[in-house]
């Protein structure tokens, strides 16, 4: 059986930040546990990258709106006929106790901003081999400290980013299920198609086609190009079938 890639691609920018906070979240997870000098940078790197994006602006207002949002949406389904209520009301709950945990939260990353050995790390990130031993000595005494101990610190670390992870989560699950995967043709490696105010575009592929969709658009409209894996020697078949989810 062929593998599936599943390729997902933002529709605005907002959905563009959250995509990508996503992915540093995940990687935080993946970089643990902290043991040895590349999972310590992949983790502080990724720490980094998540306050940089929290520098840029105030995304929790996006957030905390995109929660009511989809309580206001969750509402239309309490009247359909066959729709577990039970589940929708929970659903309405829990993005209410979310929403008000967000806000509850002081500036998104500030405790992690304000910790001297994060800031440490962070400032020898730019710098080629800059987190050496000879370089960094605070983190070369952290690694070998007992792995209780400094697992106990990524672990709080990570707790104040908990309530962003929960959130977020719940926001990008149910944006995922609002729309469902559809069978479409490319021509000759090209499709376009209207958007109708979708944010996220989701797509599957089969891994045997060895092709990649570079893909370009907004809310109302999107063009999606199939492009060869190998760009020398790879084709683009005139008709191709792929999965489309328009979220």
């Known amino acids: 059986m062929s593998t599936v890639i599943l390729f997902e691609y933002p529709l605005n920018e907002k959905m563009r930040t959250w995509l990508r906070i996503e992915y540093l979240l995940n990687n935080l997870s993946s970089s643990q546990p902290v043991n040895d000098p590349a999972s310590a940078l992949s983790f502080f790197r990724g720490i980094g990258d998540l306050l940089d994006i929290f520098d840029r602006g105030d995304f929790r207002a996006d957030l905390v709106k995109e929660l009511d949002r989809q309580q206001q949406k969750l509402c239309g389904w309490l ?55 000879f370089d960094l000595p605070s983190l070369h005494i952290w690694l070998n400290s007992p792995e209780t101990e400094r697992q106990a610190q990524v672990d709080e670390w990570c707790s104040t980013l908990q309530p962003l992870k929960e959130s977020l989560s719940l926001v990008l699950d149910l944006i995922r299920q609002s729309g469902s995967f559809h069978t479409q043709t490319s021509l000759n490696g090209f499709f376009q198609d209207n958007a109708e105010d979708a944010d996220l575009l989701r797509l599957k592929l089969n891994a045997d086609d060895d092709l990649y969709p570079q ?16 760009s020398e020697q790879g084709e683009i078949p005139a008709r191709l079938q792929f999965e489309l989810a328009c979220c």
Do not use: W
């Open 79 to 133: 009247s359909v006929s066959g729709v577990d209520t039970v589940r929708v009301s929970e659903l309405q709950q829990e993005l209410k106790q979310q929403g008000i945990r967000m806000m509850a939260v002081p500036r998104m990353g500030q405790q992690l901003r304000e910790d001297r050995f994060i800031s440490q790390v962070r400032q020898r990130l730019g710098i080629p081999g800059g987190c050496c031993s």
């Open 215 to 230: 893909i370009s658009g907004h809310k109302n409209r999107y063009a999606i190009r199939f492009m060869p894996a190998d």
